[in-house]
C-alpha cells in the first residue's frame, strides 16, 4: 500500500469541537476539531451506518453517533460505549499553509 496525502479543507472550516463531513478519494471522513488540534476518522458508524459528522461531540473527546447513542473516541477510533463494538479507523492528519491534509492508503 502506498500513502497519498489529499487536502481535505482549510483549516478555518472544522469548527473547534465540531465536525466536517469531507470526501478524500473515494472515501467519506469526518474532521474534528478538539483543542485546536485536527483529527480526522471514516464518517460511517460501525454499527448502523450513520454518518458521524450529524453526531455529537460530547465530553473526552468522544463522537456520539447520531443514530443510535454509541460512541467513539475521535483520536483512537476505539468504540468505548454500546450499541457500538467494532472500531473506526482514523486517518493521519497534518496542517500546512493554513490546509487539512489526510492521509489515504490505496
Request: with cysteine; net charge negative; charged share 25%.
Amino acid at each position: 500500500m502506498t500513502e497519498k496525502w489529499i487536502e481535505a479543507a482549510t483549516s478555518d472550516e472544522v469548527p473547534e469541537q465540531g465536525t466536517l463531513q469531507v470526501q478524500c478519494a473515494q472515501n467519506l471522513i469526518c474532521l474534528y476539531r478538539l483543542d485546536g488540534q485536527v483529527y480526522a476518522t471514516q464518517d460511517e458508524c460501525s454499527h448502523g451506518s450513520a454518518s458521524l459528522s450529524e453526531g455529537f461531540i460530547v465530553e473526552d473527546g468522544l463522537i456520539e453517533c447520531p443514530l443510535h447513542q454509541g460512541s467513539f473516541d475521535i483520536r483512537t477510533g476505539k468504540a468505548v460505549s454500546v450499541p457500538c463494538k467494532d472500531d473506526i479507523r482514523v486517518y493521519p492528519v497534518k496542517i500546512q499553509d493554513g490546509k487539512v491534509h489526510v492521509c489515504i492508503e490505496e
